[in-house]
């Protein structure tokens, strides 16, 4: 039997949330250094994880399966693919960053520093479980389970809309979940009738589903996932989360709990119901471009740092989809890309942002003004972090939106010329965000604004080197992804369609 590579990368986080929580409540310090070091053993298992992938096989790897509850056909099984390990790379190389930024975020807090940083590890290593689950029921049972150190992190830490954005938060979850229970559970139904029970992805897959059974299972998931994801008009609990949270806990909500949405929507929207997915496609694109539209529109209009990279989220997640259901092997590639550069990219802002409103002791753009002149490193980075949201050229988030664009162009022309317009307001809601910050005269009440410290620029060095250097050489992360995304695609049984190209009349007598 080989070595458990996966139960030993999703059981490290959670010992160590244990310990962690064990500590004398005396001793913060002893509880942040032991906390940091389980996510760079976390973050070391899953390189060696990667070290032992092989990156031309397309399916699951590394994979585990024992029996767990045998009169529901129920299993333990992990393994990975690429699109899956590539999100396990994100989750543990952004824990290690969370930790490091928000070193002193809950000193002094209603609960206690040991509590916080113990519930961190405890969703890391959920959210891993749910990235390597093969099994149906094992990966619901972990997404629901992923709420739990979320909620708590959300109403235990942050400002004073923190309960309300936690009950807001948890509720849109669990509605989500409750929906996507139903189709678990009808999916168990038609296993059952058509031999022995399992909830084996690689079983239900085989399993004969009627085109209205499988469109109304579809929807149970879609909406589950879609909640998570967060597409208009089931995401407005994200910003006030987002708002009411602490930094780190923003960005392990919108850079890693809520790829679970987008994932699940590969795994098992697309996996489980080809049929109802290229179905529900002009739908589900048309959801995509409103988000993306909607989101930067709204991100413009705000005043609020956090939620105004809350909404920018929104829109990103947009174009996330819109290249999932595109349904080509270029648009479902750059989704996959896009996730683990967006992580990258909305964590630097969030974690620059605060300590940005810490300093300051307002979250307001307008009060803000001038901070570059005193705050140089902090700016620069600010700016790069920005620039990567937009997706400027040269960094690794343009890769990932041109592979979404030009392969929902050859699927749906007018999809792509409309999502194309949330760059441009992209570049219009980080520049004017930057400007208000970062330039002209500086305010007064700025003054006691302090540049970053070593700590802090240690935290976000990493994922600013990830962003220059996977836009300069995307190839390995794409590499990893590809044979992933064309098992997917093969199994929904579509192919790319031929490029669209412009005719032009030709005149009467010219060479051809």
């Known amino acids: 039997m080989s070595f458990p590579w996966l139960t030993v990368l999703m059981v490290v986080p959670l010992v160590g949330a244990v310990l962690v929580a064990a500590l004398p409540r005396s001793r913060p310090e002893l509880a942040k250094w032991t906390a940091l070091g389980v996510s760079l053993v976390s973050l070391g298992i899953s390189l060696a994880v990667l070290a032992q992938f092989d990156l031309d096989s397309g399916g699951f790897q590394l994979s585990e399966q024992h029996e767990w509850i045998e009169p529901l ?78 909620y708590f992190l959300i109403g235990g830490y942050g400002g004073a809309r923190r309960s309300y954005a936690a009950l807001k938060f948890l509720m849109f979850s669990l509605a989500g979940g409750l929906l996507m229970l139903a189709s678990v559970i009808g999916m168990w139904v038609i296993s059952s009738s058509q031999g022995d029970p399992s909830f084996l992805l690689a079983d239900m897959k085989d399993l004969s589903v009627g085109t209205v059974e499988g469109r109304w299972l579809f929807l149970g998931f879609f909406i589950a996932f879609a909640v998570k994801a967060p597409m208009v008009p089931l995401h407005t609990w994200l910003p006030d989360a987002a708002s009411a949270a602490t930094p780190g806990t923003s960005v392990l909500l919108v850079s890693v709990l809520d790829k679970l949405g987008t994932f ?16 529900a496609s002009p739908v589900v694109i048309t959801l995509a471009v409103i988000s993306i539209l909607y ?36 648009s479902a590639s750059g989704s996959t890309f ?19 409103i810490q300093r300051r002791g307002s979250a307001r753009i307008s009060d803000f003004g001038g901070v570059q002149k005193i705050a140089p490193i902090m700016a620069g980075l600010f700016l790069i972090a920005g620039l990567a949201s937009l997706s400027l050229p040269g960094l690794s988030t343009f890769v990932g939106e041109f592979l979404v664009l030009a392969g929902t162009f050859t699927r749906s022309t007018t999809a792509a010329v409309f999502a194309t317009l949330g760059i441009v307001l992209a570049a219009l809601y980080i520049l004017l965000m930057y400007q208000r910050t970062m330039t002209g005269p500086l305010r007064e009440d700025n003054r006691g604004v302090t540049d970053m410290v070593p700590r802090e620029i240690v935290a976000i060095a990493p994922a600013v080197v990830l962003l220059i250097g996977l836009g300069l050489f995307p190839q390995p992360i794409l590499d990893l992804v590809n044979p992933a995304v064309s098992e997917t695609l093969e199994h929904v049984q579509v192919g790319d369609p031929e490029p669209k190209t412009p005719s032009f009349p030709i005149a009467e007598g010219s060479s051809k």
Not at 93 to 107: F, H, M, R, T
Not at 296 to 323: C, E, K, P
Request: hydrophobic share 60%; charged share 10%; aromatic share 14%.
């Open 73 to 150: 056909g129920v299993h333990y099984a992990l393994g990975v693919d690429g699109i899956g390990l590539t999100l396990i790379l994100m989750t543990t190389i952004l824990v290690p960053i969370v930790i490091v930024a928000g070193w002193n975020d809950a000193d002094g807090a209603r609960w206690s520093v040991k509590t916080f940083f113990a519930l961190m590890l405890a969703l890391e290593g959920l959210v891993i479980g749910v990235f390597a689950a093969t099994d149906v029921f094992l990966f619901y049972v972990l997404f629901e389970a992923a709420l739990v150190p979320a």
């Open 264 to 279: 699940g929507m590969i795994r098992f929207c697309l996996g489980l119901f080809p049929e109802a997915s290229e179905w």
């Open 295 to 330: 989101g930067a529109l709204l991100a413009i209009g705000q005043d609020h740092m956090m939620r105004l990279i809350a909404f920018t989220s929104v829109s990103h997640f947009g174009f996330i989809v819109l290249g999932i259901f595109a349904l080509t092997s270029q």
């Open 338 to 356: 896009y996730m683990f550069n967006h992580g990258l990219s909305t964590a630097a802002l969030f974690l620059i942002a605060g300590f940005l």
